[in-house]
């Protein structure tokens, strides 16, 4: 037995979970780049698109650094 065929769930197991918290399901491997692709366009599927109000709006804020501590410590 060799490292790329170890499974920690069997695949039944695992889809059956998967459809009952209403997720994704799909077997991947990274090591061999099978159905990674795949996964990530369905996940992009998934994300709703943003509302336009949001999009006009944007809050926002400057990010400004802090000058550095004064390196005297006596008066």
């Known amino acids: 037995m060799t490292w790329g ?5 069997p695949m039944k197991e695992a889809k059956e979970f998967a459809e009952s918290i209403a997720a994704i399901f799909i077997e991947t491997s990274a090591k061999n780049a099978v159905n990674v692709e ?3 366009q ?6 709703p698109p943003l509302d ?3 999009v006009d709006a944007p809050e926002t804020f400057k990010l400004t650094r802090q000058p550095p501590p004064s390196s005297r410590r006596c008066c």
């Open 5 to 9: 065929t170890i499974r920690e769930f």
């Open 38 to 40: 795949e996964l990530f």
């Open 42 to 47: 369905k996940i992009s599927r998934q994300i």
């Open 52 to 54: 336009p109000q949001d």
